[in-house]
Nanobody
Framework: QVQLVESGGGLVQAGGSLRLSCAAS?????????MGWLRQAPGKEREFVAG????????SYADSVKGRFTISGIRATNTVYLQMNNLKPEDTAVYYC????????????????WGKGTLVTVSS
């Protein structure tokens, strides 16, 4: 099993920025997974936000966050980040760090594991 622990959520005004961090631990290796971020807004289904390839380090983003969010990772610390800029009230959600055993970094379908989430609230 793999443990994914998110941090960095909080309350921010529209137009502001936050950086989420995800610490991966357990028996799995950070480099052996594609990593990503999912989110679930109140009353909505969990959706894909961003992903990063375990091999090529290519990234993928949901259309709603392109140009505003950036996903990155650091092998040495088994950490994945999500830099969120120009936040909108629509970004309010619980954000989950996710990992894909199959290497799918482009959709929620391939994500096998996720953490407990960190709440991001964007006020207008």
């Amino acid at each position: 099993q793999v443990q994914l622990v998110e941090s960095g959520g909080g309350l921010v005004q529209a137009g502001g920025s936050l950086r989420l961090s995800c610490a991966a631990s357990g028996r799995s290796s950070f480099s052996s997974y594609a990593m990503g971020w999912l989110r679930q807004a109140p009353g909505k289904e969990r959706e894909f936000v961003a992903g990063i390839s375990r091999r090529s380090y290519s990234t993928s983003y949901a259309d709603s966050v392109k140009g505003r969010f950036t996903i990155s990772g650091i092998r040495a610390t088994n950490t994945v980040y999500l830099q969120m800029n120009n936040l909108k009230p629509e970004d309010t959600a619980v954000y989950y760090c996710a990992a894909s055993a199959g290497g799918d970094y482009e959709s929620i379908q391939g994500m096998n594991y996720w953490g407990k989430g960190t709440l991001v609230t964007v006020s207008s």
